[in-house]
């Protein structure tokens, strides 16, 4: 049978349109000037993808992520953030698929974002699988990023994010 492991991220908008992904174990409050809020509840860890940390706020190279900070998010554009999260293994069962699906109160809000990642993401039904080369062992992690499509002609027809993005959860599901 396989495992499931869970991170959940809470995903909104703010009015200088930004956003904002903050980690804490467990924790159910909301900064008020946050776009983003990330709470892990598994044996994945989040950590920053790039050398540089661009995006992503650690207290230290490989700590967990606490913040993706992506400020002056472009309305009316496609925009795309790869490559800024690492997933990590940190359990002892192998890895074989990671899959996300967002859920919103405007169903609008959850179709103008998209996982993407340079090892390939497939849409599924409701959401997006990663399926890493060979899987992910113990201790191994796997790339990925968010796209924001605010073109009014997109699956979305947002041009902006809403206040309601607030109410935004992404789910990461991983399953060996």
Do not use: C, H, K, W
Request: glycine letters at 12%; proline letters at 4%.
């Amino acid at each position: 049978m396989p495992t499931r492991r869970q991170a959940i991220i809470g995903l909104g908008s703010a009015a200088t349109g930004g956003a904002v992904v903050s980690a804490g174990a467990f924790s159910s409050s909301v900064a008020a000037d946050a776009d983003m809020r990330v709470v892990v509840v598994s044996e994945l860890r989040l950590v920053a993808a790039r050398e540089d940390g661009a995006y992503v706020d650690a207290d230290a190279e490989g700590d967990p992520v606490e913040e993706i900070l992506i400020e002056e998010l472009n309305r009316n554009a496609f925009s795309e953030f790869g490559g800024i999260v690492r997933a990590l293994n940190d359990g002892d069962l192998p890895i074989e698929e990671l899959t996300f699906t967002f859920e919103a109160a405007e169903e609008r809000v959850a179709d103008a974002l998209a996982i993407v990642s340079e090892e390939g993401v497939t849409e599924t039904d409701g959401g997006y699988a990663l399926t890493p080369d060979g899987g992910l062992g113990p201790g191994e992690g796997v790339e990925f990023g968010l796209s924001v499509d605010l073109l009014p002609e997109g699956a979305s027809g947002l041009s902006d994010l809403p206040e309601s993005a607030a109410e935004l959860e992404l789910t990461i599901t991983a399953e060996g």
